[in-house]
């Protein structure tokens, strides 16, 4: 089941989501078929200003994904449904969601070959157990965020 948590995001559109043009803090999307995993990120995302939607499962990342249009999507490689590559894959190919950053998490030692890199906008694969930190500092990265940015965002 999906959790959207609009934490400081002001008046919610139809969706229960501001359109992009409304938000006033980052959205990102986290995809992990691990609840435990979704809490951990969803905190130190949270924590650092960033509004967060969950789900966990492939199908239910992507339905989120063309409702939401998150800023950063980041997905585990091995989830009931529809694996993160195929997410990443149908995020590409749809004009929607085309541009979407996406980082990997995967199981350590995995890698993905540079032919799946191309049919996707995975910019990052990190290696489970992961660092939340790391995570926050790449997310960071992506959005062309300095590391003390985000902590300043406002909470409406």
Known sequence: MATVRKGGMGTPGE?????????TRPLILAADDEVHILHVLG?????AGFDVITAEDGEEALD??????????????????????ELCQQLKANELTASTPT?????????????????????????KPF?????????????GMTPTQPEALPVL
Do not use: C, W
């Open 15 to 23: 969706e229960g989501m501001l359109m992009d043009s409304q938000r």
């Open 43 to 47: 905190l130190k995302l949270r924590n």
């Open 64 to 85: 989120m994904a063309l409702q939401h249009r998150p800023d950063v999507v980041i997905t585990d490689y091995q989830m009931p449904r529809m694996s993160g590559l």
């Open 103 to 127: 980082l990997m998490l995967t199981a350590r030692g995995f890698s993905l070959a540079p032919e799946d890199l191309e049919r996707t906008n995975i910019t990052g694969v990190i290696s």
């Open 131 to 143: 660092s939340p930190r790391e995570v926050l500092l790449r997310v960071q990265e992506l959005l």
